[in-house]
């Protein structure tokens, strides 16, 4: 079966610090990776998704980067962080050759930026 | 692109009422709708979802109907118990180059009291 990993589960940052959180996906190939954000008490923001290996697509500016250098390896980053960076990072798969599959979430990283 | 609008934002029922969700969406090529059911600080876990050549789909105490005609859908739950509360979000999707993208609505959070 498949799962999802994403670490940290928590995490506090000072303002202008660098960020890197990873998620890993196992028990399929070539999935679909998302990373989404959630502020509190908010929906669900996406912010980069990824069809294929170094094939990454923005939703939005923002003062955050991904990359994916394995098949089933997505990093969120950043080099400087911001207070409005913080909220609740979620991973997230789908099967790359489904268009009409479910996403599965990542236990998420929650992120506060001091 | 697609919007997805929720209501209601908050939903408060008694043990043992029903409650509905109601979402509209703005693409007509969207094609797939799933719900997702977050509990406080986890992550969202998919609880039903329904695809375009279906008007109603139904699992246990859980039932979602679609109308594509006028690009509403809902989710219906029967007998509702105070571990039904949570927040809720719909969700639209339409494949895009070789992508799925998934749109959420804002959530709707549901309280069952006892």
């Known amino acids: 079966s498949q799962t999802i990993h994403q670490w940290p589960a928590t995490l506090v940052q000072p303002v202008g610090s660098p960020l890197s959180l990873e998620c890993t996906v196992e028990?399929?190939?070539?999935?679909?990776l998302y990373w989404y954000r959630q502020a509190a008490g908010r929906g669900l923001q996406l912010l980069f998704y990824?069809?294929?290996?170094?094939?990454i697509s923005s939703e939005v500016p923002q003062n955050l980067s991904a990359s994916r250098p394995q098949d089933r390896q997505f990093i969120l980053s950043s080099k400087k962080l911001l207070l409005s960076d913080s909220g609740f990072y979620l991973c997230?798969?789908?099967?790359?050759?489904?268009?009409?599959?479910?996403?599965?979430f990542g236990n998420g990283t929650r992120l506060t930026v001091t | 692109g697609e919007n997805v609008e929720q209501h209601p934002s908050t939903l408060s029922v008694q043990e043992g009422d029903s409650a509905v969700i109601k979402c509209t969406y703005s693409?007509?090529?969207?094609?797939?709708f799933p719900w997702y059911k977050q509990e406080l600080g986890k992550r969202p876990q998919l609880i039903i979802d329904?695809?375009?050549?279906?008007g109603e789909k139904k699992d246990q105490r859980i039932a979602v109907t679609l109308n594509k005609t006028a690009k509403h859908f809902s989710l219906h739950i029967t007998e509702t118990q105070p571990e039904d509360s949570a927040v809720y979000f719909c969700?639209?999707?339409?494949?895009?180059?070789?992508?799925?993208?998934?749109?959420f609505g804002t959530g709707t959070r549901l309280l069952v009291s006892p």
């Open positions: 997230a798969w789908s099967a790359g050759t489904d268009y009409n599959s479910p996403l599965h």
């Open positions: 028990g399929t190939s070539n999935p679909n």
């Open positions: 990824s069809i294929g290996i170094d094939q």
């Open positions: 693409d007509s090529a969207s094609n797939y």
């Open positions: 329904i695809r375009s050549n279906v």
């Open positions: 969700a639209a999707s339409s494949k895009n180059t070789g992508f799925q993208k998934l749109v």
